[in-house]
């Protein structure tokens, strides 16, 4: 495992848990950030020991969303060629996308435990996990709308599957700010809890009763929830009677049925 400049990585268990480490800048994402999740998640997906993967802020927040200063300077260093500063603004958007795509495509669960603030980009980063979970007192905007813009690396695209189109869009055109209370309300996280502490211990405990199950069933179940995401119901049941005429000749389905009949707790191969 490489030492990062901007996350902190530790396994706990079958569990990673990564931190966003820049607590002085409110974990706002620099560019060495948008690198180094790419690698640590290449790494999670990687790694079969590793079964599910938990992403938190250090500090006392969350994150603030991308660097103000690495879109300064990405802004500074444009071609003056209008066609060809466009296409550099293209390339680099698609490039954030790609740290994001990262999480959604990831085959191991990953879980977004939040507390403090969750703006802009990091809005478009838990939109890409699998679960969200908040303190009470957490603040999320999609504040892309207040500097000009519209949010690029996801939020647009994943929201409207997570929480009402309606309630999406009023997020997306005012960046009014939700507190952990309403955004467990519209379904924006799972469930709340009341400060950082409970909610880490809350959300390592979830993560962790994930890993304890087949590492292949878990696979095959998120992959077969991303695949009906973008796909017919057909297309998804042909999918699934294909993948497990393969999942289904595994050890796993074995060690699961003689641990239920003996009434004993299964162990897994990673």
């Known amino acids: 495992m490489s030492q990062y400049e901007t996350l902190l990585v530790e396994q706990v268990g079958k569990v990673a848990h990564i931190q966003i480490n820049r607590p002085e800048k409110i974990n706002a994402m620099n560019r060495a950030f948008w690198l180094e999740i790419i690698d640590v998640f290449k790494w999670v997906d990687e790694t079969p020991e590793v079964r599910c993967a938990v992403i938190s802020g250090a500090g006392k927040h969350f994150s603030a969303g991308i660097d103000l200063q690495m879109l300064a300077e990405a802004s500074s260093g444009m071609d003056k060629d209008i066609g060809r500063k466009a296409e550099a603004i293209r390339r680099n958007v698609l490039q954030l996308q790609e740290s994001f795509n ?22 478009d980063l838990i939109s890409a996990c699998d679960m969200r979970y908040s303190t009470e007192d957490a603040s999320f905007s999609i504040k892309e709308i207040d500097m000009g813009m519209a949010a ?22 005012t960046g009014r700010f939700v507190d952990g209370h309403e955004a467990a309300r519209i379904g924006l996280v799972n469930r709340t809890w009341s400060d950082h502490v409970q909610l880490m211990a809350g959300v390592m405990e979830l993560a962790q009763e994930i890993a304890s199950k087949s590492p292949l069933a878990i696979r095959g179940t998120k992959e077969m929830i991303r695949f009906a995401r973008d796909h017919s119901v057909e297309d998804g049941l042909n999918y699934i009677a294909t993948w497990n005429a393969a999942m289904l000749q595994s050890d796993d389905l074995k060690v699961a049925v003689m641990a239920h009949m003996s009434k004993q707790t299964p162990e897994f191969a990673d």
């Open 102 to 123: 990262v999480i959604d495509s990831c085959r191991k669960p990953v879980i977004a435990a939040i507390h403090g603030y969750c703006i802009g980009g990091a809005i």
């Open 152 to 173: 690029d690396v996801g939020t647009l695209q994943r929201l409207p599957r997570l929480i009402s189109d309606g309630m999406m869009r009023e997020l997306a055109y």
